[in-house]
DNA sequence: GTTGGCACTCGCACTACTAGAGTGCTAACG
DNA sequence: CGTTAGCACTCTAGTAGTGCGAGTGCCAAC
C-alpha cells in the first residue's frame, strides 16, 4: 500500500481512538500538516474504504476505521511498539512495592495493565499442565473437622475440608500428613494415585492416610481439569466510561462474554502457543458477544510447564500501540518474577 | 395508618416492582380487586402522597414508592417474610452439593442469593476480630525462596513468600516452622510479638525463625487490620439488566461505589451490631453514588468473635420480601456451617 | 496527480402538534 | 361524611416537519 494511504489511516486511527467521532477530510488536514488539500485526502478515504479499512456511519459523517483497518495497523506498527522508558520504570516500581505474595503478582498485573492503559486489565494465574505437589499439611480444625492443605511447585495451594469419622488428635494428623507427603510430593496424580495404593492400610493411621489419601488426590485431578484456575480482572469502569458502551445492554453483554470461560480457555491456549503477544480485534472474536471489544493478550511463565495470561480488554477503538507495548512489557516482568519461584 | 391506605400501598409497591412502571388509580383497580371506584384510590393516593411515602415523576404519570414508602412496607412486612418451604429446600440442596472448601462457603452463598433473588448477591468471609494462629508451615520453593503459610483459626490461610539470605533446605524450615508454631499457636499478634522477643537469636536455626517470625507477625497484624478480608460478589449481571441502570453511568456510579470498602465496612459493623437482617434502602446510603441500589444484608458467625456478612444488592424498586426471606434464611444456614468449625 | 468548487446527502437539533394516560377537583349520591 | 362519576387540565412520548452544518463525491481546471 501507499505509503501517504498508510499514513493517513494511521492518522484516521489516532484521531479516531483519541476523539471517538467520525474523522473528516478537513480535520485530518488541519491537524495533521500532511501537505495536501483536503480534497486529495478524501479521494484516499475514498480508497482506504473500497479496500475495506475504513467506513461511514453515514453519507455525510467522516471514516470511522474497520476492524480490518485497525488489524492493518496492528500489523504495521506491533513489532515496534516498545514501551517509553518512564512507563517502564513506573511499572516496574508498582512491582517492587508489592509484599512478596506470589498469588498476588499476577492480580498486580492486572491492576497495572488496567491502570496505565485506563482500560480493564485481565490476568490468570500461570497453571501448570499437570500438577506437581510439593507439600501436604492437615491442620486439626475441630474434633472431627480437619484442613488439608495441598501446596503446588508453582506455590499455588489448595484448602480442602475433611470430616473425620471419629475424633482424631492433631499429633495423629501430622503423622498422616508426613506419610502422604512422603508419597506425594514431587509426583503427578497418576504417580500419586498408584503409590497410594500400595500404602498399608491397616491400623488407625493407614485408614487415615488411605481416606485422606483420596481427597488429595481429588484435589489434585480437579487442579488439573481446570483449564482457567482464575481470571482476575481490574478496571472494569474504565471500559463503562467510553461512549461506545453508554447504554448498558451492550456492556451486559460484554461483561457477560467475560464469564464464558470456554472462550477464554480457547484464547489463552491460542496465546500460550505463540509466546508472543496477540491482538484479537472486534469481530475476530468468536463470541457474538465480543464483536465491540478487543483483546491483547501475552503469554507468561515456562513454556511446556506453566502458562498464565495477561492483558487488556476494551473497546475495538482502544490505543493499540501502548496497549501492545505496556502488555509485552508486563509479560516479561512476570517471567522474570515467575522464574525465579519456579528456579 | 388506615388499614386501607396501607394496602393500597403494599398494591403499588408490588405493581411497581413488578412492572417497573408508575402505577394510576386504574391499574390498581382493575388488577387488585379493592372494591372502591379509581376516584377513591386517587384520593387514597393523594393522602400517601402528602405523607411522603408516594411520588409523581410528573402530574400526569402515575404514582412511584419512594424511599420512605419502601421503608414503610420493609418495617411492616420484615418479620412475616419467611421463605417458602419448597425454596428453603432449593438451597440447602445447593449447599449440600458443594464440596467442603470452606472458603467456598461465602461464595456459594453469594450465588445462591443472586440466583434466588435475580439481584446481585454479596458475601464476605465470616473473619475475627482479633486473629488466632492454628498453624505455621514453611515450605521450600526454590534455593533462597520459601513460602510461609498461616492457618488461622476459622481455616482463613495467609501465604507469604520469603526470601532467605543463604539457601536454607527444606529440612531446616521444617525446624523453624515447627519452633514457630510453637510460640504462635493459639495466640494473638500481641502475645506471639512477645513469645518472639524471648527466643533465643543464636545459630542459623535462630536466626531463620527471628528471620520467618516477624513476617508472621506482619502477616497476622495486616490480617487483623483487615476489616474486610474480601467481598465476593455475583449475579451483578442482573443488575445491568434492570431499565433503572439502561443508562450505563448509573450503573458505573454503582459498580464504583461497591469498590468502596470503607462504606462496606460501615455497613457490616452496623449489621454485625444488630445481630438480624437489615435494609438500606436508597437515600438512606451514605455515598451519594448508592442512592439508587438498596442491600439487605445479615449477618453471620458467632458473634463477638468470627462475623461475616451475607445479602443482595439490587435496585431501589426489588422485592424486598423475597429479598429479606432467602437473606435471612441463607444466614441461618451459614451460621450452622460456621458453628460446625468452629466449635 | 492535485486542487478548488459545488451540489448533494444525511444526521441532529429544534419546533409544533397530537394522543393518551392520569391526575385533581367538584358536585352529586347514599 | 365517605364515596363516586364526571370533567377539565397537565404533562409526556411519539411523530412530522424544518433548517443547519458537516462531510462527501464528483468534475473541471491547474
Redesign the pocket.
Known amino acids: 500500500m501507499d505509503h501517504?494511504s498508510e499514513s493517513i489511516l494511521r492518522a484516521v486511527i489516532e484521531e479516531y481512538v483519541s476523539t471517538a467521532?467520525?474523522?473528516?477530510?478537513?480535520?485530518l488536514v488541519a491537524r495533521y500538516g500532511l501537505?495536501?488539500?483536503?480534497?486529495?485526502?478524501?479521494?484516499i478515504?475514498?480508497d482506504l474504504?473500497v479496500n475495506g479499512l475504513l467506513t461511514?456511519?453515514?453519507?455525510?459523517?467522516?471514516?470511522i476505521p474497520t476492524d480490518a483497518g485497525y488489524r492493518y495497523f496492528v500489523e504495521s506498527v506491533s513489532d515496534s511498539s516498545v514501551l517509553p522508558a518512564v512507563e517502564q520504570l513506573m511499572i516496574r516500581h508498582q512491582f517492587g512495592q508489592v509484599q512478596h505474595a506470589s498469588e498476588q503478582w499476577f492480580r498486580l498485573a492486572a491492576t497495572t495493565l488496567a491502570a496505565a492503559n485506563r482500560i480493564a486489565g485481565l490476568a490468570t494465574p500461570a497453571k501448570p499442565r499437570a500438577a506437581h505437589v510439593r507439600r501436604i499439611d492437615i491442620v486439626s480444625i475441630s474434633d472431627r473437622l480437619a484442613s488439608l492443605i495441598i501446596v503446588f511447585r508453582e506455590g499455588a495451594l489448595r484448602q480442602v475440608l475433611v470430616t473425620l469419622p471419629e475424633a482424631v488428635e492433631q499429633e495423629a494428623l501430622t503423622r498422616a500428613a508426613v506419610i502422604l507427603d512422603g508419597i506425594m510430593a514431587g509426583r503427578t496424580s497418576g504417580d500419586a494415585e498408584r503409590a497410594l495404593e500400595r500404602i498399608d492400610g491397616d491400623g488407625p493411621i493407614g485408614t487415615l492416610v488411605r481416606r485422606v489419601g483420596e481427597r488429595v488426590i481429588a484435589a489434585v485431578r480437579d487442579y488439573d481439569a481446570t483449564i482457567i484456575e482464575e481470571v482476575f480482572s481490574d478496571g472494569l469502569l474504565h471500559v463503562m466510561e467510553a461512549p461506545e458502551f453508554e447504554r448498558s445492554d451492550k456492556l451486559r453483554r460484554v461483561f457477560a462474554a467475560l464469564e464464558n470461560r470456554a472462550y477464554l480457555g480457547e484464547l489463552l491456549d491460542r496465546v500460550a502457543g505463540t509466546g508472543t503477544v496477540q491482538v484479537f480485534i472486534g469481530a475476530e472474536n468468536a463470541p457474538e458477544e465480543m464483536r465491540d471489544v478487543s483483546l491483547v493478550l501475552a503469554p507468561y511463565g515456562v513454556p511446556g510447564r506453566a502458562v498464565g495470561v495477561v492483558g487488556v480488554l476494551g473497546p475495538t477503538r482502544m490505543a493499540y500501540p501502548q496497549a501492545i507495548g505496556t502488555v509485552r512489557f508486563v509479560s516479561t516482568l512476570m517471567n522474570e518474577l515467575v522464574k525465579h519461584i519456579d528456579a
Open positions: 501517504r467521532v467520525p474523522v473528516g477530510s478537513q480535520a501537505g495536501v488539500s483536503s480534497a486529495t485526502v478524501r479521494n478515504l475514498a474504504e461511514h456511519p453515514h453519507t455525510s459523517a467522516g471514516r
